[in-house]
């Protein structure tokens, strides 16, 4: 009996599932990320590497992974342990080109100046900016903090894959006032120029808004804002 709702079963139809036969071939095999493979940046050149394995919980336990880096060769490690973790702990940051621009209203009443570059970290190029003023733990869910990085260009052509990572949060006086971004690849060593744009957030600021770009003098270490 068929209730309600239900369809009638066919007994006589059948599924047929075809598995693609994929032909022999001498062209060059697509290399696809394993389940154990990671993306690291060396250190030395700024290179996005593919490290054929990850790390393992042997090595999170440990504290430490070590690993050759296939573009320089050298071994480099990447810190797990409690301390390395702790979120607690004051925070520190490395600057290697420091700079202090204001890049204006990106969060509704609060302006992100720009702190500078960190050039060589295991995930790539870091910008720090600083919350001018400060947002208050009490403010955030009310804000949209959804400012983010747009097109990252350098003049030797590097492909940055950003996609809005980076880090920040409640400094241990319970309020938010820096953080970071990564650009989604290192700058090389051979750049002279960077180009960096932004987009504000959407909520909360006039719709002709002014989006700013930042342009680095990788040479003198110097920058200035655009307007666009």
């Known amino acids: 009996m068929q209730h309600p709702g239900e369809r009638a079963a066919n007994p006589q139809k059948k599924f047929l599932v075809l598995s693609p ?40 336990r440990s504290g430490v992974w070590r690993y050759a880096c296939p573009s320089c060769g050298a071994q480099h490690e990447e810190d797990f ?13 490395t600057i290697d080109v420091p700079i202090e621009v204001d890049l204006g209203e990106l969060i509704h009443g609060h302006h992100v100046v720009a702190r500078g ?22 403010c955030q869910a009310e804000l949209d903090i959804g400012w983010d990085l747009g097109e990252v260009i350098d003049d030797v052509g590097t492909r940055y894959h ?11 006086d319970g309020t938010v006032n820096w953080g970071e971004k990564s650009l989604g690849n290192g700058v090389p060593a051979t750049a002279t120029t960077l180009l960096v744009r932004f987009r504000q957030a959407n909520r909360g600021l006039p719709e002709d808004y ?3 770009s930042l342009l680095f003098d990788l040479r003198s270490g110097e920058a200035s804002v655009q307007r666009h």
């Open 21 to 60: 036969r994929i032909p022999e071939t001498s062209e060059p095999k697509v290399t696809f990320f394993s389940p154990t493979s990671t993306v690291r940046h060396c250190l030395v050149t700024g290179e996005r590497c593919v490290i054929e394995r990850g790390p393992t919980w042997e090595d999170r």
């Open 117 to 138: 570059l960190q050039l060589r970290t295991l995930r790539g190029s870091l910008f720090h900016y600083d919350c001018v003023p400060a947002i208050e733990r009490s």
């Open 210 to 212: 002014s989006s700013p």
């Open 162 to 172: 950003h996609a809005g990572g980076g880090t920040w949060g409640l400094s241990r």
């Open 81 to 93: 342990s409690v301390r390395a973790l702790d979120r607690a702990k004051p925070r520190v940051r």
